[in-house]
């Protein structure tokens, strides 16, 4: 865990992790997440997914829509540096879509274990 823990920090520039065992990915945009219940480098994967996805896909925490691009921009580079993958801001949405907000956790597993095939995202 404590890899995985650090990859989380060098993927997202400026982060931290609190005293209450929260990830914080991005202070002003408030995008963070509990570590608390994370017991492998599995349940870091898909809370980055299921929690970050939407941050990097349609997040829009300022009022000047440049600030937003560079935000979104940050948080897709962070998953994408994480993850070691290249997904578009496209994709994300879609994994926001049928992942965000962990509303389907196991579907998260079995699209991470699939290799991020998005077929998986699309069956029921």
Known sequence: MREAK??????FPGSFINER??????????????????????????????????????????SQEWRNIKCRK?????????????FTEDEM???????GNACNHKKTVRFIESGYDFDELWKN
């Open 93 to 99: 949405m879609e994994i926001y879509t049928y992942l």
């Open 21 to 62: 065992n929260e990830f914080i990915a991005h202070v002003k945009s408030n995008q963070y997440f509990l570590l608390d219940d994370c017991e492998y480098p599995e349940d870091i994967d898909c809370k980055v997914l299921e929690w970050f996805s939407r941050a990097a896909c349609k997040g829009q925490p300022y």
């Open 74 to 86: 940050f948080m897709l580079d962070g998953i994408n540096n994480y993850m070691d993958t290249g």
């Open 6 to 11: 650090e990859a989380l920090l060098l993927s």
